[in-house]
């Protein structure tokens, strides 16, 4: 399905869009939908246009549509050809949960460097949904290409408050993999919005995360970077000084997929063989299991 993504009326559906976020922002630029919101009252969200049943037909104004494509479409919108990194088998675990997702958004937590995104690009292409990263949004809301220079120029508060505008915009919306910010599920307020699809952690052991993120370097992450000494071992120490902090904020996800678990599953406990793909199964295995758990206590 080819979808692009527009600005719209919001108008009352299964899962609308919620309140405001409460606290007020000491942001310079206004905070995200404040900024896509700017044109005319009423309040606007972020609403993809899709020939599936979920969205919206109402007329779109073209200088808006025009302007939020070139806004967001080039950012995280990703779609590609068939996957080669799935087998029909494990396409057919995809068309096994669909029927129960309903429609519903899937919002991978996370620490930083867990694979949301690589996880998450692959989830979307099996399920036929689109894929968001919540921090690229967040960069082209606020303008800034890259969020350590919004951590630099503003402040992580300031990120913080369009991070929730974005998470806001895109709780109205319908079959999108979205991967948030490692720091995402610390505003209780986030959750509210996550919570109208299905919220999914990738649980990683430490010592992967600080090897893969040292591999790439952490200039791209403002709350690892440092100038000197060992980058692994500093990476290593501030992500276990923030996991001790998140840990039950990641809990309050609806499936977690442990990557201990799944090396455990396969009978090993290398957690740095599993393949993207083996994580995405086991993704989709969780959200089945939560899903059908949740239709047998609600019948
Ligand atoms: N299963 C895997 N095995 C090895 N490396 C991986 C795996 N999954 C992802 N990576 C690598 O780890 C790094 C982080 O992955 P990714 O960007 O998907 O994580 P993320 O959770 O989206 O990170 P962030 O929240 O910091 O944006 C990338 O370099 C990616 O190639
Ligand atoms: O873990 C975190 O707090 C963050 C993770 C990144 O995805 C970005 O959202 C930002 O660098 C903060």
Known sequence: MEASVGIQRARPRAWAGLDKPHGASSARVPPASSRFAAEKPPPQRLVLQG?????STDPVRPAVLKKSITLLTKLSYFRSGKSIL?????????????????GRCVYLVGMMGSGKTTVGKILAEVLGYSFFDSDKLVEKAVG???VAEIFQLHSEA??????????????????????????AVIRPINWSFMKKGLTVWLDVPLDALARRITAVGTASRPLLHQESGDPYAKAYAKLTSLFEQRMDSYANADARVSLEHIALKQGHNDVTILTPSA?????????????TEKAMVRK
């Open 51 to 55: 020939t599936h049943p979920w969205t």
């Open 86 to 102: 799935f087998g029909i088998g494990n396409n057919q675990k995809a068309q096994d949960v669909l029927p129960y997702l309903d």
């Open 279 to 291: 994580i995405a199964i086991e993704a989709l295995l969780k959200m089945e299991s939560f899903l």
């Open 158 to 183: 300031f990120f913080r408050d369009n991070e929730s505008e974005v998470l806001r915009d895109l709780s109205s919306m319908h079959r999108l993999v979205v991967a948030t910010g490692g720091g």
């Open 144 to 146: 800034i290409s890259s």
